[in-house]
């Protein structure tokens, strides 16, 4: 996991500004006794929080990874555990299923070393305060390589959250990449086909990586909610060549 930043530190953040924030140890205690309350009656979810796995697992496991511990850190009652599957760059048909279905295995087993569960539904994700709740997601449908029937073999193994694009583009591509000249005006008819399938099935579609016109179609054609995970600027600023124009 990167990036963990602590609910707690977030509240304490988001309310140093004010001038009796801690002003003297009574008001500390107030406080703390408040954000505590806030927690507790809070349900909160990271929606991309990524656990990246190995593409060449010989001789090397993330399964003894503290996921339980890092999620108890952090507070949240949910998180999003999410990994791509173009890095390093594709270069075989097959390979990012492949590398898909090896993900799901190194996460199955983080997992298990960890005593947590993929929620599946609704009910797993009210159990979250009780119980850390994992949501599986994958970042770019790379894996389905323009096979549709994928996405029910994907969502039998726990997927709930599919991000339709990534930052190379797919072998069978289902839209536009944001950072990426526009080929498509929009998703393709695959991508299209993918939000009616992810709807059909119950998987919580991620527009991020996607151009203004991809999300667009996605949200005309979705008959569920859709998010963003995550997102940047689309305007370059300053003068680093890696920003975009």
């Known amino acids: 996991m990167k990036n963990v930043i602590s609910i707690r530190k977030f509240i304490i953040r988001a309310t140093a500004g004010s001038a009796s924030f801690f002003a003297s140890p009574l008001m500390a205690f107030s406080e703390q006794n408040q954000i505590d309350r806030i927690i507790q009656k809070s349900f909160s979810i990271d929606s991309h929080n990524h656990l990246d796995v190995l593409s060449k697992i010989e001789g090397l496991s ?13 507070e949240l009652s949910a998180i999003s555990l999410t990994f791509s599957v173009d890095r390093p760059k594709l270069t075989e048909t097959g390979e990012a299923y492949q590398r898909f279905l090896s993900g799901l295995d190194q996460f199955d087993e983080v997992l298990l070393t960890n005593k947590l569960f993929k929620s599946l539904n609704l009910s797993d994700l009210k159990s979250a305060k009780k119980k850390p709740a994992i949501i599986q997601s994958v970042e770019g449908g790379h894996f389905l390589e323009g096979n549709l029937e994928r996405l029910e073999l ?75 995970s995550h997102t940047g600027l689309d305007t370059r600023l300053g003068s680093d060549e890696k920003w975009l124009k």
Request: hydrophobic letters at 35%.
């Open 154 to 228: 994907a969502y039998k193994r726990g997927l709930r959250q599919l991000g339709l694009l990534h930052d190379n583009q797919s072998s069978f591509p289902l839209g536009d990449i944001y950072t990426n000249p526009p080929q498509f005006g929009g998703l393709t008819e695959f991508g299209k086909e993918v939000v009616k399938e992810c709807n059909r099935l119950g998987i919580l579609i991620d527009v991020t990586h996607c151009s203004n016109d991809a999300i667009d179609d996605a949200l005309k054609i979705s008959t569920h909610p859709i998010i963003i």
């Open 62 to 74: 993330i399964s003894n990874f503290a996921l339980a511990e890092e999620i108890k850190k952090s």
